[in-house]
């Protein structure tokens, strides 16, 4: 079997289970072509990244001027399956999330991925994220390519699913893959019953290190680890205010904040200015091992997020036999269970928050222990990368 994989950006940081999909579908005895619009000079910091860079064909490294020939070429060997596209283009574009030029450069793009998946004999394309990857996609099938299918992690495309057209993804689509059941309702929301059949539940899925891997007890300390992206969704400045009351409460703990991004100045002036620069920390951008050494030397993961569809560094952390301290939103409940194997708290609350760390901070050490291995089990049970990629299998086997 061979298939071509489809990213806006690849390889990146925050997309890893991207990379460990497609190495478990290799090892499966699928053949994967890797296409991506841009990645090619992203800093990286896995040398596994860095490998899959070299793998990766790139729709927008060599300018503008390949994009216009391959949209000529394609205008001229198809010209009714190009007018036919260009006015998919056009629908998509109206009420859009943006405007009408990008689409008609989705268009161009599309064009050049038909050239090179064609000419590679790729009969199916599977992309990830319902954005401008899926419409990509879907203008490549309207030009006469191969077959589509998409996975949908949210929250971008449940915000605004209609300005995405998520609908007019579904219904041309082969099938597509929701990562939670959370995820697969939203998208029975916007399209016809008719269609409800091609959406399924593959679950991200983690790789060996996690799993494999020797684990030392929780360790006798009060730390709290963070893994994400600093924006707006992941809710860090609602845990720097929670740890502004632990500390005004005379509370022992540390917090750190494994990750960087656009929020990080704001986030960084707002510990300095309640002066807890000596309780909480920031790594920057670091690799998988390095995520996996902070999980295993914190007493918990805590994730206080607005928006999600199902957090990899969640399972990361439960597979780590370190419980975590969440949020009640999206496919975060599914897995997670007060008592069991975490905490849950609701979303935007300081309190709640500040409630769920004492009393982490008082369980005892043989009770988080226990939690730890709840959690272990429940992600071994549901996010095996290689049981996961043999369900997409299966679905790419039965086009």
Partial sequence: MRIAYFINQY????????????????????????????????????????????????????GVKDLLIALIRIMAQRPKR?????????????????PLPYHLIYLAEACKILHWVEKAGIKHIHGHFGTNTAEILMLANALGGPTYSFTVHGP???DKPQFFGIAEKIRRAAFVIAISSYGRSQLYRWVEHEHWNKVRVVHCGLEEAFINVEIPQQ?????????????????QLLLI????????????????????????????????????????SITGWISSDRVMEEILASRAM????????????????????????TTYVAGIPELVKPGKNGWLFPAGSVDAIVEAMKSCLTTPKDVLQAMGENGRSAVLDRHSIDKEAGKLKVLLQNL
């Fill in 241 to 280: 205010e929670a740890a502004r009351q632990l500390a005004e409460d005379n509370v022992e703990f540390e917090l750190v904040l494994a990750g960087d991004g656009e929020m990080r100045g704001e986030i960084e002036s707002l510990i300095g200015a309640y002066s807890l620069d000596d309780r909480i």
């Fill in 219 to 235: 360790p006798d300390n009060h730390r709290f680890v963070c893994v994400g992206r600093l924006c707006e969704q992941k809710g």
């Fill in 302 to 325: 805590i994730l206080p997020s607005f928006a999600e569809g199902l957090p990899v560094v969640l399972m990361e952390s439960l597979a780590l036999k370190r419980p975590v301290l």
């Fill in 82 to 98: 190009f007018l036919s596209a260009v006015m998919l283009a056009i629908k998509m574009g109206v009420e859009a999330v943006r």
């Fill in 156 to 158: 971008e495309e449940f």
């Fill in 11 to 62: 390889p990146k940081v925050s997309h890893s289970f991207i990379r460990r999909e497609i190495n478990a579908l290799e090892s499966q005895g699928v053949e994967i072509m890797r296409i991506a619009l841009r990645g090619w000079d992203a800093e990286l910091v896995d040398e596994r990244d860095i490998a899959e860079r070299g793998l990766t064909h790139y729709v927008l490294k060599s």
